[in-house]
């Protein structure tokens, strides 16, 4: 019989091999400008510090309430991470820079209702 110690190592082991695979992960990314930044109020149905974008060639994303890329503390738990992609898309939009959105491209990364982000990048 295994000792409370092998025990506790191999439910630490499993825990671990099933929240890497509880984790989706991006399959697409898209390169373009930003056309539109929205930041909502709490009035509405979105939760707070949700920010929706679109860029100029927006694709076509299967999330239930559309194809706008979508953040907020559902998706991106760092605050301070919240923080960097603002200043990201604000500089971009300002600029004229484009971006890299990554995201599921199948609809298996939804934030309220819309495509959620992994990662995005201002491009040189």
């Known amino acids: 019989m295994p000792t409370t110690g092998l025990r506790a190592c191999v439910l630490l082991i499993v825990a671990a091999i099933w929240s890497?695979?509880?984790?989706?992960?991006?399959?697409?990314?898209?390169?373009?400008?930003?056309?539109?930044?929205?930041?909502?109020?709490t009035a509405l149905q979105f939760g707070p510090e949700t920010v929706l974008f679109d860029l100029a060639n927006q694709p076509?994303?299967?999330?239930?309430?559309?194809s706008?890329?979508?953040?907020?503390?559902?998706?991106?738990?760092?605050a301070q991470t919240r923080k960097n992609m603002v200043a990201i898309l604000l500089h971009a939009k300002a600029t004229g820079s484009q971006i890299e959105v990554a995201y599921d491209n199948a609809g298996g990364y939804c934030d309220q209702g819309?495509?959620?982000?992994?990662?995005?990048v201002e491009m040189p």
């Open 60 to 66: 076509t994303i299967a999330c239930p309430q559309g």
């Open 68 to 78: 706008h890329f979508i953040f907020s503390p559902n998706s991106v738990t760092d």
């Open 20 to 41: 890497i695979a509880a984790h989706a992960t991006y399959n697409a990314t898209v390169i373009g400008t930003v056309s539109t930044v929205t930041q909502f109020g």
């Open 114 to 120: 819309y495509a959620a982000v992994y990662y995005i």
